[in-house]
């Protein structure tokens, strides 16, 4: 079945640093791919999205990659802030029957710290 | 106000019970779902229903049931609370372009 890996956290970072987050899938077909975000004591919200191979999504500085050679897409910031630190979430869509559902990672905490 | 609400925010209760989980949207969309999270094992589907009508299980469905009272509205029920139904979960709407977040709520089954 479709899944998604993301790399172990906690990841520390200090701020300006440069943060990779590393996620790779497991697809049937062709699955739309994102990261959520979930700040402390909040929902997750969308971060960026792809919809098909080698589209980029960007946001807020972030940046991913639809890579269908390698089944991944890395989450990057070139210069990341104390006020990005939160859990990330990568996840695909069921490419079949659209219905809309998603499939999650682990996520991966995020702390910046000044 | 927010686009997606969820009552209670947090509750604590006893093996045995009977719980519900309420979720209200404003967005519009016809889809709902619902979620558990749990550490390091990200979030789960639950049940997810595409209108009033139409209700379907996620991958994790035993042990909860859930009612479709009106578009806007998507109940999860836990008719007996087991300890490993500790959690947090959240609702969600939207489609396969994007899905809206309630804040979630922490769930303790002592």
């Known amino acids: 079945g479709n899944s998604v890996t993301q790399m172990e956290g906690p990841v520390t970072l200090s701020e300006e640093a440069f943060l990779t987050i590393n996620c790779t899938y497991t697809a049937t077909g062709y699955p739309s791919l994102f990261w959520y975000v979930q700040y402390p004591g909040e929902g997750l919200q969308l971060l960026l999205k792809a919809t098909k191979a080698d589209d980029k999504g960007s946001n807020k500085g972030f940046e991913a990659t639809y890579r269908k050679e390698t089944t991944s897409f890395h989450l990057e910031k070139g210069s990341v802030q104390v006020s990005d630190s939160a859990v990330y979430f990568c996840?695909?869509?069921?490419?079949?029957?659209?219905?809309?559902?998603?499939?999650f990672g682990q996520g991966t905490t995020l702390q910046v710290k000044p | 106000d927010a686009d997606v609400t969820q009552t209670p925010r947090n509750r604590i209760t006893k093996t045995g019970k009977r719980i519900m989980l309420e979720c209200s949207q404003t967005k519009g969309h016809d889809r709902m779902y619902w979620y558990r999270q749990d550490p390091g094992l990200g979030l789960r589907l639950i049940y997810y229903?595409?209108?009033?009508?139409?209700?379907n299980k996620g991958e994790i469905s035993d042990g909860y049931s859930v009612s479709r009272q009106a578009q806007a509205k998507f109940s999860l029920s836990l008719e007996s609370a087991i300890p490993n139904q500790t959690a947090l979960y959240f609702c969600a709407t939207g489609d396969y372009n994007e899905q809206f977040f309630g804040p979630g709520t922490r769930l303790t089954v002592l």
């Open positions: 996840a695909l869509s069921d490419g079949s029957g659209n219905t809309g559902k998603l499939i």
């Open positions: 229903s595409f209108d009033v009508k139409d209700i």
